[in-house]
């Protein structure tokens, strides 16, 4: 059996100090986000939680460290190009639906090639969202995303080979925190450069994850 080193992630948006507006049974609250202190990440097996070492993070994509002897269950998809993706193109969502612990499978289909942020949502944050963020990191997809979603992988089939084109990133929300039916997903061709990036080495097996 192979033995996988790193674990791919999304890291989801962070902000230094952010407000988020929520519709609540007494309204619409504003909740205030200060900037994180520290972070770690866990791996829970079982009961057991295991720490990861984070050995990279830029943007949305952090890669961690799988500590020896600890064995998870990967996806048999590899990476394609997202780069290629088109308008209408079909993809597929994998994910945990709402907090349920069977993997789910919707189909959907690409909206834009690149985000689209609301400049009057995010408020006076948007310049620092579209720094760290950048809109040509991420594409749009509709139909088939549901909370629960984020973090996980979507697939695209090219000539009958399914391929790992993205992750989920987030739902969209509008002004008073609804969700909208259209997701944030983070380009895998990205994701790549990346990692490459951080190994310094363009002979990067993406099968090591």
């Known amino acids: 059996?192979?033995?996988?080193?790193?674990?791919?992630?999304?890291?989801?948006?962070?902000?230094?100090k952010a407000v988020r507006r929520l519709r609540t049974p007494f309204g619409i609250m504003e909740i205030i986000f200060d900037k994180k202190k520290?972070?770690?990440?866990?791996?829970?097996?079982?009961k057991e939680k295991?720490?990861?070492?984070?050995?990279?993070?830029?943007?949305?994509?952090?890669l961690l460290e799988l500590p020896f002897g600890v064995d998870i269950p990967?996806?048999?998809?590899?990476?394609?190009?997202?780069?290629?993706?088109?308008?209408?193109?079909?993809?597929?969502?994998?994910?945990?639906?709402?907090?349920s612990a069977q993997v789910n499978v919707?189909?959907?289909?690409?909206?834009?090639?690149?985000a689209l942020y609301f400049p009057d949502f995010m408020g006076g944050e948007y310049k620092q969202v579209k720094e760290e963020y950048p809109p040509e990191d991420f594409f749009m997809i509709?139909?088939?995303?549901?909370p629960g979603d984020s973090g996980g992988p979507i697939l695209a089939i090219r000539d009958g080979k399914r391929e790992l084109v993205g992750l989920t990133s987030a739902v969209a929300l509008d002004f008073s925190g609804q969700l909208l039916n259209f997701c944030y997903v983070l380009h895998s061709d990205k994701i790549l450069d990346k990692i490459k990036r951080f190994f310094e080495n363009d002979e990067f097996e993406n099968d090591e994850l």
Request: charged share 25%; no cysteine; aromatic share 12%.
């Open 38 to 46: 520290s972070q770690s990440v866990y791996l829970m097996q079982g």
């Open 74 to 99: 990967a996806l048999s998809y590899g990476f394609g190009k997202s780069g290629d993706l088109e308008i209408g193109d079909a993809i597929y969502v994998l994910g945990y639906p709402l907090g």
């Open 1 to 16: 059996m192979k033995t996988f080193k790193f674990l791919l992630i999304v890291v989801f948006l962070t902000i230094d």
């Open 50 to 62: 295991i720490e990861l070492k984070v050995l990279m993070r830029e943007g949305e994509a952090a």
């Open 142 to 146: 509709k139909d088939g995303v549901v």
């Open 106 to 114: 919707r189909k959907g289909f690409v909206t834009d090639v690149r």
